[in-house]
């Protein structure tokens, strides 16, 4: 069975570079660009591991984390977040709201792929 | 850099320009055997025949040989070491370079721009925390990087993509490279601009201020049953300054209807320039007769009147500066203003003596008054404004109490203010 991420990024350049990195590893990746309807959206997908932006149209990437860890089915979801605002407290806020890797753009096409298998590698020794 | 690529990179202007090897070889007087032996590196080239080759390829010699490679090279070179954790084929990077000369540029291009906003970031942090605007900029900028480093470094590492892949990364790389030219440009114009008096980084409200404030505020053509329309919009750039300018520009219209200039400069000589009293006398709401004094000319008021406008959130929709009470120019202000006192009690006019921490011991006299700006309609709730107008006092009488107030917390030395949203940059007893 393929492993299936959703990329949550309303930066359609972003998102296709990674979809392209993600599909090579044999990802099955999903794009959605919107923050107001993401966690329906990612209840929907039950994907094994959301890429998450920071800065989303709607709802931010840090509230969407939050209301994601409080849902039973999600709280251990792997998340890798990406952020433009790369200062301390920012990261302190996504770690304290359950982020299991923090991102700053931009980013190496290297450090998605290695934080996007070690995370997965995690995962599935739990 | 050796030489021996030479052939490759006239294979590929050639094929660019659409000639068959035979075509072009007759229009450098050789065969076309001897120039295939060149395409292929297999024959060294220069003088009078790289000339004549250029030429029938309409482009410079010096595109041929190495010299605009070394440069690429160089920096495609740096580009590969900055890349943290890829393994760039640095044994490929000449045939890239030489290959795809004008894709390469493109790479090393945005390289050295990724490299120079990156150095960019960290100095203005600081700023970024306090300025949303330029928070936006930056994560423009950062976001468009990303997308580039993301997709030339597939084009560089990915041997075989497919052709399909290999287009659309393309047109995403020329179409990030517009757009992080574009934000780039914004943002030093931003920068260059922010430390001057008038700034008009298409902020609507600011572009507002300055507009207001090559008028003086005062605008005689709303006198008299003068329309808005008389106004000249011209020096505003954006259509969102326009709507916010009309609609100022409107409620102005209106007080001015409201209180005609002659019955006010007449009251006002004979009964002095008290907002209740204008207020009852012309029958006017007290905003009305606030924000009426606050921008007649100063042949009526005798000395600069200031006004501040905003809204329940506290958001500031309208300044004109007085001197000596500072106004900060991006919202925050000083919560102990009046103007957001008044909104605690709405409809009840408020009036405070106050004077500014930190500056000349200045007073001024305040007026604020909250009302409710719409009806929303049956049952709900409706929003609010309020208005402050702030005089300048020359003397104040001994027993007038008087509340100290500052512009802004990052500014205000008050280290006991029970108001305070942020420490000051400024030192204990500045």
């Known amino acids: 069975m393929s492993r299936k991420v959703l990329l949550i990024e309303d930066e359609p350049n972003i998102a296709e570079a990674i979809r392209f990195l993600l599909t090579r590893e044999g990802w099955q990746v999903e794009i959605h660009g919107d923050g107001t309807d993401a966690l329906q959206v990612i209840q929907g997908a039950q994907p094994d591991l959301v890429i998450l932006d920071v800065m989303l149209p709607g709802k931010s990437g840090m509230d969407i984390l939050r209301d994601l860890r409080e849902m039973e089915e999600l709280a251990s979801l792997p998340v890798l977040m990406l952020t433009a605002r790369g200062q301390s407290r920012d990261r302190e806020m996504a770690e304290n709201a359950g982020v299991s890797r923090f991102m700053t753009k931009p980013f190496s096409n290297a450090e998605v792929l290695t934080a996007v298998r070690d995370l997965h590698a995690q995962a599935t020794q739990m | 850099m050796r ?17 068959r090897q035979a075509e072009l070889a007759r229009l450098a007087g050789i065969s076309a055997s001897y120039l295939n032996l060149i395409e292929h590196n297999r024959r060294r080239i220069g003088g009078k025949l790289l000339v004549d080759i250029a030429t029938a390829l309409s482009v410079e010699p010096s ?3 190495q010299g605009i490679e070394a440069t690429l090279v160089s920096a495609l070179r740096e580009a590969a070491e900055d890349a943290v954790g890829q393994q760039a084929e640095l044994d490929g990077l000449e045939e890239f370079a030489g290959r795809f000369p004008g894709w390469a540029a493109v790479l090393a291009q945005m390289h050295r721009r990724v490299v120079s906003l990156e150095r960019n970031v960290e100095i203005l942090s600081d700023r970024l925390t306090h300025d949303p605007q330029l928070a936006d900029s930056m994560h423009e900028v950062l976001s468009t990087a990303a997308a580039i480093r993301s997709t030339a470094a597939i084009l560089a590492d990915t041997e075989d993509i497919e052709a399909e892949w290999r287009e659309r990364f393309h047109k995403n790389l020329h179409q990030d490279a517009e757009r992080l030219a574009d934000s780039s440009k914004a943002l030093v114009t931003f920068l260059d601009e922010s430390d001057t008096a008038v700034d008009p980084r298409g902020v609507p409200l600011e572009e507002v201020e300055a507009f207001f404030q090559t008028r003086n505020f005062i605008f005689p053509e709303l006198e008299d049953g003068g329309e808005v329309d008389s106004v000249d919009l011209g020096n505003l750039n954006t259509a969102a300054a326009r709507a916010v300018a009309r609609d100022m520009l409107e409620t102005l219209r209106a007080d001015a209807q409201a209180m005609p200039l002659d019955a006010v400069a007449s009251f006002v000589q004979g009964e002095g320039p008290d907002p209740i009293d204008l207020a009852r006398h012309f029958s006017v709401d007290m905003a009305t007769a606030l924000r009426r004094v606050a921008l007649l000319p100063e ?11 905003c809204d329940a959130s506290g958001s500031i929709l309208f300044l004109k500066p007085v001197s000596g009470f500072a106004m900060p120019r991006h919202g925050e202000a000083c919560p102990l203003w009046p103007v957001f006192t008044a909104l605690n009690r709405p409809l009840v ?5 106050v004077v500014q921490t930190g500056r000349a011991s200045a007073t001024f006299e305040c007026f604020a008054y909250a009302w409710p700006h719409t009806v929303a309609g049956y049952d709900q709730d409706p929003a609010y404004r309020s208005v402050m107008l702030v005089r300048p006092v020359q003397e104040t009488t001994g027993d007038a109490a008087v509340t100290k107030v500052g512009s802004n917390c990052r500014v205000c030395p008050s280290n006991t203010c029970t108001a305070r949203r942020e420490p000051s940059i400024l030192s204990e007893g500045f």
């Open chain 2, 3 to 19: 030489d021996t690529l030479t052939g490759s990179r006239i294979r590929e202007r050639r094929q660019i320009a659409g000639l």
């Open chain 2, 63 to 65: 595109v041929l040989t």
């Open chain 2, 299 to 309: 042949s009526i008021v005798s000395e600069p009147v200031g006004m501040v406008l």
């Open chain 2, 349 to 353: 006019p408020v009036r405070k003596h």
